[in-house]
């Protein structure tokens, strides 16, 4: 490869993937009760039905999520640049994690002991699914011969074109994660509230729709694609994903492909760091 390509385990990439495209991926941490977990090992299956019925189960769960701090970054980028390599990576969003952040001052600090070499950083703007969707068409663009600048170009421009909606059934974990007040979780969950998340354009996590009833919520998401997706031979991706609800996130992408017969939905369970966040029940839809 003319470059090496990195991104982070939010991606929510295959084992298969990751592989078979030569992928390089740095890994967050979920802490459960003071125990640290990786969100990502090479070879290493993560039991995710496990972990959801853990939260269901434990109201007390003690959950706190790591970003990648810079010392991994300088590690993993100054092993390329001393073999001659170029390096591009492909971020989750800074609006949601300091990750992409820790990575530029990595850059920032290699770059003048590598001044003919190249670092890029791309903020996808995204999350999960939707950077993963990304990530990949970089891996297929390196892969056809196309040079480093060429797909950092491609996948900032496909930052700005990417829609993440994220459907959340139980608001205490958005109280966990200090994204709504305590009463704001016991009032919404008296009334069924169900809020749809969106990416916004500095990729913060915000509210898009207050949804009264899951499956109102679910048809929601529907109505989001049909509104927003752009029909053409670039975005027959679809990502959906969930934690725990997978019959309803297959549901939905049959729904999908009924407005959009062509399209290729991959469904996914939300990983680990992400799954902490949103709690179970969520289903995330990303899109072009």
Known sequence: MSFALYTDSSANLTEAQINEHHIKVVS?????????????EPGVVFDHAAFVQRMREDSTLEMKTSMVNTATFLAAFESHLK?????????MSGGISGTCGCSQTAAEILRPKFPERKIVIIDSLTAVAGEGMIVLEAAKLRESGAELDAVAA??????????????????????RGGRISGSAALAGSIVHLKPVL?????????????????????KALLELYRRYHVPNAENREVGITHTGCEEEAH??????????????????????CTASHVGPGSVGLFFF
């Open 251 to 272: 549901l939905l992408a049959a729904d999908v492909v009924d407005c959009s017969p062509g399209v290729s939905v991959t469904v996914s369970n939300f990983e680990p």
């Open 154 to 175: 491609h996948a900032e421009r496909r930052s700005h074109e990417i829609h993440s909606y994220i459907m959340v059934d139980d608001l205490n974990f958005l109280k």
């Open 198 to 218: 969106k990416g916004d354009e500095e990729g913060r996590l915000v509210l898009d729709q207050k949804i009264f009833g899951r499956k109102k919520a679910l």
């Open 83 to 91: 073999a001659g390599e170029d390096v591009l990576y492909l971020a």
């Open 28 to 40: 967050l941490t979920v802490s459960l009760n003071g125990e640290e977990i990786v969100c990502y």
